[in-house]
């Protein structure tokens, strides 16, 4: 074998090397992404199962709540509408802004029940509350749950050099699900 059949079969050698080495590299970090995507969409299942939970809860609260405070139909009205939008919302965008709204609605419904004593004291409302008050505790669970699993998802596909490979395999952020404005302002209390 001649000293030029050397030199060429090295730089075979080497360049296959460096391709084996190159596709080790795009194999392995794809599917992290793909791994850290079906994260997110996991974790964005499990609040949507907390907001279905909230959104069974919703009809029976609100009819407890109109049996004693008729004349709050404006209330009930919003927390309706505000519900019909969140059963209809089709991007993840779009649900947490109808669920966003929802939340609002309902708190307005709250300020309704703290001006009536005696469906405070209802053994089916105080059970219906109850149930509430934990689905938005599990939804705040999950919300910080995906959350976390959105950031690490979207650190990831924006890192050098995977946001290269991230973005011809169509990787694309997550949305974060973030507290409504109202939430952000401070309650107002009236004695």
């Not at 405070?69 to 209330?75: G, K, L, P």
Request: charged residues 25%; positive net charge; without cysteine.
């Amino acid at each position: 074998m001649g000293r030029g059949t050397k030199v060429g079969l090295i730089i075979v050698a080497i360049v296959l090397v460096l391709l084996l080495g190159f596709y080790s590299y795009v194999k392995k970090t794809y599917n992290e992404l793909v791994t850290l995507d079906e994260g997110v969409k996991a974790a964005w299942a499990q609040v949507e199962n907390q907001l279905q939970r909230r959104m069974d809860l919703i009809p029976n609260y609100v009819e407890t709540v109109k049996g004693y405070a008729r004349h709050e139909r404006e209330v009930f009205l919003k927390v309706t509408e505000a519900r019909a939008k969140a059963a209809g919302a089709g991007s993840i965008s779009e649900k947490i802004a109808a669920n966003n709204e929802l939340t609002a609605a309902l708190g307005r419904l709250m300020l309704v029940v703290e001006r009536y004593p005696d469906l405070r004291a209802n053994q089916n409302f105080i059970r219906l509350q109850d149930e509430l008050a934990g689905t938005e505790n599990r939804i705040a669970v999950e919300r910080r749950r995906y959350n976390e699993a959105v950031r690490a998802y979207n650190v990831r596909i924006r890192s050098f050099p995977t946001n290269i490979l991230a973005g011809i395999f169509g990787f694309r952020r997550a949305p974060f699900f973030e507290a409504p404005q109202q939430a952000k302002k401070p309650p107002k209390v009236k004695f």
